[in-house]
């Protein structure tokens, strides 16, 4: 037996036990699995959009450069958040920190989400992203009712 046997042979108990099912674990997300998503991340999106107009109206119109300036963390069990932005844009993204199983695995949103809120009932447009890539512009709801 040479060297390499031990490693060769690890690799084909490794390839043997997955099974070689690619989509092995993952799940095709159901309409209410949807609605949830857009829920959950419509709700924490328009929250940190809201949260960063406050903080650039009392910050001499400019933005938090980041959601840690504005004393939240960026982590959450469920979710990552993200914020970027310049003197006169805003940029958020909320993601699902493990997308499998879910129907959307991020969306983005930027300032215009408050006005589309106050005049569309409570929803804003967002840009979203399912687990496959593919972009999907979205109204999502602030959760506010």
């Known amino acids: ?14 390839a043997a036990c997955h099974g070689g099912d690619p989509a092995r674990g993952a799940t095709s997300a159901s309409p209410d699995a949807s609605r949830a998503d857009q829920r959950t991340l419509g709700r924490e999106l328009f929250e940190l959009i809201d949260r960063a107009a406050d903080f650039r109206a009392s910050h001499r119109g400019r933005y938090p450069s980041s959601v840690a300036q504005m004393g939240i963390d960026s982590l959450t069990p469920a979710t990552a958040r993200r914020l970027s932005s310049s003197r006169d844009t805003l940029t958020v993204t909320v993601e699902f920190r493990r997308p499998a199983g879910h129907a959307l695995a991020s969306c983005t949103g930027g300032a215009d989400a408050l006005e589309g809120a106050s005049l569309n009932a409570g929803r804003f447009p967002a840009s979203c992203i399912t687990p496959d890539g593919e972009v999907q512009p979205l109204e999502l709801d602030t959760g506010a009712r």
């Open 1 to 14: 037996m040479t060297r390499a046997a031990p490693a060769i042979l690890s690799l084909l108990l490794l």
